[in-house]
């Protein structure tokens, strides 16, 4: 089961997403991103680890193309990368999930056609719908390439209560289009999620009482249903 965590635009919110989806689904994580977002968050982990045995780190996966890696992720060979997708593929347990990078590229798109489903955050200011068109090519001539359905599902980050019209607007375009499933859950824009990151944990280890932890909990709640619909 491969779950890819990609929008094309910059900082959405995936390594955000992928980090805490990780770990709260027991995953394993592939960091495809140069910028090792999700592997130097599992490096903080190994850490806190030492003082806290219930944070436990993810099996984390860097690229070799993409530089000097964090001590305790394994590099995979990019030659590789394909076998090492299909072997999770093939796997209706073991899951990964992708942090991808945020541009268009080749590793990405692979990302994508191989994936299971994909989670797409947005921010839904004016500008990030015009991100989501981009994305929603991408991911029309990965669904061509494959000849099979990937399934993309939305999940709407950083929601403040002030911005209601624009929100209004960007579910109104998201429903409208084939290519995009929306998620019922959405995450606030709370400071929790930046805690949480820069700690090696995820929003629910941080504060499991917190509102960003209750959110986190209904967006994993939702997307094990979408797992079970989606693997049958
Ligand atoms: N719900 C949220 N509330 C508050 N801050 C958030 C939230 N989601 C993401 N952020 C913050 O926004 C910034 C960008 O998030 P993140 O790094 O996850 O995006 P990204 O899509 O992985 O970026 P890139 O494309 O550069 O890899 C980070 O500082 C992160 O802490
Ligand atoms: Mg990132």
């Known amino acids: 089961m ?14 955000t997403i992928a980090t805490n989806l990780a770990s709260l689904l027991k995953a394993d994580m592939l960091d495809l991103d140069k910028q090792y977002s999700g592997a130097l968050w599992n490096e903080q982990r190994y850490s806190v680890h ?7 780190p993810v099996r984390m ?5 993409s530089g000097s890696k964090p001590a305790h992720a394994y590099t995979l060979p990019d030659v590789e990368l394909l076998n090492f997708l299909s072997s999770y593929k093939n796997d209706k347990k073991v899951k990964l999930v992708i942090d991808t990078a945020g541009f268009d590229g080749q590793n990405n798109r692979l990302a994508l056609v191989m994936a299971d489903i994909v989670i797409t955050p947005v921010a839904l200011s004016g500008v990030e719908i015009f991100g989501l068109q981009e994305f929603e090519k991408i991911l029309i001539e990965a ?3 494959t000849g099979r359905d990937i399934p993309c599902y939305v999940l709407v980050n950083r929601v403040v209560k002030s911005s209601k019209i624009r929100l209004e607007d960007g579910l109104a375009f998201i429903k409208d289009k084939d290519a995009f499933n929306l998620l019922k ?9 930046q805690r949480a990151y820069e700690n090696g944990k995820n929003v629910i280890e941080l504060n499991k009482t917190s509102l960003a932890a209750k959110e986190m909990a209904a967006v994993v709640k939702e997307i094990k ?5 989606e693997i049958k």
């Open 143 to 145: 669904k061509k390439q």
């Open 225 to 229: 249903q979408i797992i079970k619909k």
């Open 2 to 15: 491969i779950i890819t965590v990609a929008h094309q635009k910059g900082g959405t919110g995936k390594s």
């Open 185 to 193: 859950s959405r995450l606030g824009q709370r400071i929790a999620f």
């Open 61 to 65: 996966m860097v690229l070799e193309s």
């Open 50 to 56: 030492e003082r806290n045995s219930k944070v436990v």
